[in-house]
Structures are given as structure tokens and as C-alpha cells.
């Protein structure tokens, strides 16, 4: 019978400290049960490959003979090298969500995960360049009178938050960017909500709105 050693990666501390994110991973790997002997869970971007988790991870496959279980293949990484040289390491990986595949179907998966993640990119920096070159001045919101929540210090925290978030949906959404894929370039980047947790498409249109975007 197979073991798994399974492995999570979220992109930043508030979807770790809140479970966002993790409790989907959570959820795709859960059939495979009492397979799964132990787990490690990492708080980094998909663009860095210095993974201390992910090595102790693999350290633990090779150790117990064991294979590492992930629940996407970009939890691993957006970088198709990475992902292929991973793939060469001598430990089996196995995604939830495409349990049977192959060398040449995981290595559609690892090239489509990096251009997922460079049209991000591209599309993020030509956004907020030609957001620059309209004159917008970034960083600098205008919430309507009343639309934040009571209370100075919520206020104030929420302000902030709008000052970091609001280039980015804006330059996203003339864009043309969907709500989901604005969330999810935030969630990316590292920007928390007011409340500390994820984006979603709902709190995106709510900060719009609250700031008359």
C-alpha cells in the first residue's frame, strides 16, 4: 500500500493563519486518508523555490519510501523547471486532482502553471503602467464619506489596506480582469484584507465600492 507524505503551500501568513486556501488543499487530498502519515504545510509565494517544508517533505518520502502528495500541481510551484526537476528527484508525486498522471501530462500541467503565472505578471505590470501613464496617481484612494466601517482605528486599518489594494484593482479591472482574478492577484502579492484573511471576488467589489472605484 502507498504512504503520502503530504504537502500544503499557501501564499501568505493570513491565509495560513486563517485556513483560506488550506482547507481547500485539505479537502482535494482528504480520500486518500489514513495513507497519508504525515503532513507539512509551507507559507510561501509560488515564485520562491527555497522551500524548507517542501525539503523536509521530500526528505521524509525518501526515508519512508513514501510518495509526496499534493492537492494541485501549482501548490508546488508556478516554475516548470522546478517542477520537472522535481519530478526527476527520485520521490513519486502525486496530485489529487489528477491522481493517474503521467510524465507528459504533468509536464503540460508544470508549462500551463508557469504561463498562468506569467500572464499574471505581464498583465499586473501593464495594467498599472498604463494606469501611470492615464495619470492615476497610486496609492492615494478617495473612500466615499461613511463607507468604511465605524470607528477610527478601523478606519484608519482599512484606509491602509485601500491604499495597497486599490492600484492593483484598479489597473486589474481596466484591465479588463475578472473580480476572481483581481482576488486572486492580491492574495499573490501578499495583501491582506481589513480583517487579515483572503481575497475573494466579494471583498474586491465591496472595496470598489467602498471606495467609488
Keep these: ?20 486556501g488550506l482547507e481547500a ?27 524548507p517544508q517542501l525539503a523536509a517533505a521530500l526528505d521524509m518520502c525518501r526515508e519512508l519510501d513514501a510518495s509526496i502528495l499534493i492537492a494541485k500541481v501549482d501548490r508546488l510551484s508556478r516554475d516548470a523547471a522546478f517542477l520537472l526537476t522535481l519530478r526527476k528527484a527520485g520521490v513519486d508525486i502525486v496530485a489529487a486532482d489528477m491522481p493517474n498522471a503521467g510524465t507528459l501530462e504533468f509536464g503540460i500541467r508544470a508549462v500551463v502553471a508557469q504561463h498562468e503565472r506569467e500572464e499574471i505578471s505581464r498583465r499586473t505590470s501593464a495594467a498599472l503602467a498604463a494606469a501611470k501613464a492615464r495619470g492615476v496617481k497610486l496609492g492615494s484612494p478617495n473612500p466615499r464619506a461613511g463607507g468604511l466601517a465605524a470607528g477610527a482605528a ?24 475578472s473580480l476572481r482574478a483581481i482576488a486572486a492577484q492580491l492574495n499573490e502579492m501578499g495583501i491582506p484584507t481589513a480583517t487579515g484573511k483572503s481575497w475573494y471576488a466579494k471583498t474586491v467589489s465591496n472595496m470598489m465600492e467602498t471606495c467609488n472605484a
Design 25 to 51: 488543499q485539505q479537502s482535494l487530498v482528504a480520500p486518500y486518508g489514513d495513507d497519508i502519515i504525515h503532513s507539512f504545510t509551507e507559507v510561501e509565494s509560488g515564485k520562491n523555490d527555497g522551500r
Design 1 to 20: 500500500m502507498t504512504k503520502y507524505i503530504a504537502y500544503y503551500r499557501v501564499s501568505t501568513k493570513a491565509q495560513g493563519q486563517s485556513g483560506l
Design 154 to 177: 478601523r478606519r484608519k486599518k482599512t484606509q491602509a489596506i485601500a491604499t495597497k489594494a486599490m492600484p492593483v484593482i484598479t489597473a486589474l479591472r481596466d484591465a479588463g480582469a
